[in-house]
Each structure stands twice: as structure tokens, then as C-alpha cells.
């Protein structure tokens, strides 16, 4: 087999390639972001000992972890126009249904980082009179969240890699930049393996960081 990378140059990388990664990259960050929020509130949900709560969010949270997400991908993309009665587009499918999913997991991970907070401090702002939304807004989310951080961050490394399961849609990622130069120029090969090598330096870079961070933490602990 006969690879030759020579195709490459910035032109290439700039028309192609940059417009996938910015859109991998937004992908990224809008369903970290939503995912947190409502991660939360659906662990919130779940430990509120409220069953019309806590009922919805776990029935939510263990569908939406007990199917694929490209599944996930594909049955909104295909289905919520049929319901609504117009076409959403792709890249707005991707960003609704990351946001709809990774939800899910980080709903446990914040329902775990919420339980490593000792009982005692919650009993302590409940005896100062703080309400339970008080007691979460000022005691326990700020603790949870620097507890859970590194598995956050974790989390999101992941979801950059599923990011490229949007192809399946026709979203122009990365992955997709890359493809479309690798026909091109016809060396579909060549481009797939760039791709690859380019998800793993980016992959094992942001994993190298965490890992200081998680070392960091622990240190401040």
C-alpha cells in the first residue's frame, strides 16, 4: 500500500479541515455546558426523595444510558420534522440531541459527586435555616463540582469522540472535513488516517492535562 501524505498544505487543512474541527469543537463545549446544567437539575430530581422527581429523572436518565447514542443521533434527526412538521438541520439536531443525552451522564456523575459531600455539612446549613436550594447553591453543588471535575472533564473528552458519530446525519465535523479532502484529492486512506491520528493527539493531550489537574486536586484536598 502506497500513502502519500504529500496532499496536505494549509490551503487544504483551512478549507476543509478547520470548518469540521471549529464545528466538533462547538459541539463540544454547547452540549458540556447543557449537560452540566441539566445533568444537575436532573440529579437534583433524583435525590429530592420527591417520587413525581425522582421517578421521571431516573426513568430518563437509565433510557437515555441504555441506548446508543448514535441511535439517539439518528431517530431525532429523522423523526422530530415528522413531528413538527419542518426539517431542523442537522448541526441543530447534533447540538439538541448531545445535549439531550450527555445529560444523562452527567446526571450521575453530579448524583455522585452531591453524595461525596459528608452529611454533616448539609445538616449544618439546614440547622443555620438555609432551604434546600440554598443548602445546594452554597454548600454542597460548589464542593461537588470540585470533586467531580477531573470526571467532568473525563466526560467531555469522550463526548469530543462521539462528536463524530454526527456524520452519520451529514453534520460537517471533523471527521467529515477530513473525508471530503480525502476525495478530493483521492486519497480517502490517507485522510481517514490523518483523522485518526489527529483525534488521538488532541484525545491524549486534554487526558494528559486532566490527569495533572486530578493530581492537583488531590494535592489541595
Not at 420534522?81 to 446526571?107: D, K, L, M, Q
Not at 454542597?140 to 456524520?167: E, H, K
Request: hydrophobic residues 55%; glycine residues 8%.
Amino acid at each position: 500500500m502506497n500513502l502519500d501524505f504529500s496532499f496536505y498544505n494549509w490551503d487544504l487543512i483551512s478549507n476543509f479541515v478547520l470548518k469540521g474541527l471549529y464545528f466538533s469543537l462547538m459541539l463540544t463545549v454547547v452540549a458540556t455546558i447543557g449537560g452540566v446544567v441539566f445533568g444537575t437539575l436532573l440529579a437534583l430530581m433524583r435525590l429530592s426523595g420527591r417520587k413525581w422527581l425522582d421517578v421521571p429523572a431516573t426513568i430518563y436518565v437509565n433510557g437515555m444510558r441504555s441506548i446508543p447514542l448514535v441511535m439517539v443521533i439518528l431517530w431525532f434527526f429523522l423523526l422530530m420534522p415528522t413531528i413538527i412538521g419542518r426539517p431542523i438541520g442537522a448541526e441543530v439536531s447534533a447540538v439538541v440531541t448531545f445535549i439531550a443525552f450527555e445529560a444523562a451522564y452527567f446526571s450521575a456523575i453530579m448524583r455522585a459527586g452531591i453524595q461525596s459531600i459528608p452529611r454533616g455539612q448539609v445538616h449544618a446549613g439546614q440547622a443555620l435555616g438555609m432551604t434546600y436550594g440554598q443548602n445546594m447553591k452554597l454548600v454542597v453543588l460548589p464542593q461537588a463540582f470540585r470533586n467531580m471535575l477531573p470526571v467532568l472533564l473525563t466526560q467531555t473528552i469522550i463526548l469530543f469522540q462521539d462528536t463524530s458519530l454526527v456524520y452519520a446525519i451529514g453534520a460537517y465535523d471533523m471527521l467529515k472535513g477530513f473525508e471530503v479532502a480525502g476525495k478530493n484529492f483521492g486519497r480517502p486512506i490517507e485522510a481517514y488516517l490523518a483523522a485518526a491520528a489527529l483525534y488521538f493527539v488532541m484525545c491524549y493531550a486534554l487526558s494528559w492535562m486532566v490527569k495533572r489537574l486530578h493530581q492537583k486536586i488531590a494535592i489541595i484536598r
